[in-house]
């Protein structure tokens, strides 16, 4: 009798936490868009898409081969801020907390960009996602 009870309380602790991550209310990325390859002199977009699930955004960050370049805080005033680095010149008026907008890309430009998304507290959960892009 005790051996049935026991399985049958694994049977119901295990039903809940599937349920329960199947509606967790979490921070995700949705669509991270990094081109592979771009030619030298233009402009590129780089695209952050997320879902907050009800929480709300304390900072969208990108990072090129680790350097952070671009931060987006909307409680700060100004809610972008940028950072030099070799290769990236940002369009600052163009750039939002979903795109950024790369000006004149050059050589130095390659390398691997990062979008950092964080939400507000209790939970400051953080994700990412990255990609290579290559100027030729």
């Known amino acids: 009798m005790e051996f049935m009870q026991r399985n049958i309380a694994i049977?119901?602790?295990?039903?809940?936490?599937?349920?329960?991550?199947d509606i967790c209310f979490c921070l995700r990325l949705?669509?991270?868009?990094?081109?592979?390859?771009?030619?030298?002199?233009?402009?590129?977009?780089?695209?952050?898409?997320?879902?907050?699930?009800?929480?709300?955004?304390?900072?969208?960050?990108?990072y090129k081969d680790g350097?952070?370049?671009?931060?987006?805080?909307?409680r700060d005033n100004p809610p972008a801020q940028l950072f030099l680095l070799t290769g990236v010149s940002v369009d600052l008026l163009n750039s939002t907390e979903n795109q950024?907008?790369?000006?004149n890309v050059t050589l130095a430009s390659t390398g691997k960009y990062r979008c950092e998304v964080s939400a507000e507290a209790p939970s400051f959960?953080?994700?990412?996602?990255?990609?290579?892009m290559v100027v030729v």
């Open 30 to 62: 949705t669509e991270v868009r990094i081109p592979n390859h771009v030619a030298k002199n233009t402009t590129v977009v780089l695209e952050c898409h997320f879902d907050l699930n009800g929480e709300a955004l304390y900072s969208v960050k990108w």
């Open 11 to 21: 049977s119901l602790l295990i039903l809940v936490f599937g349920l329960a991550k």
């Open 67 to 74: 350097n952070e370049f671009y931060r987006y805080v909307p």
């Open 125 to 132: 959960q953080t994700v990412s996602s990255h990609g290579d």
């Open 100 to 103: 950024i907008v790369l000006n």
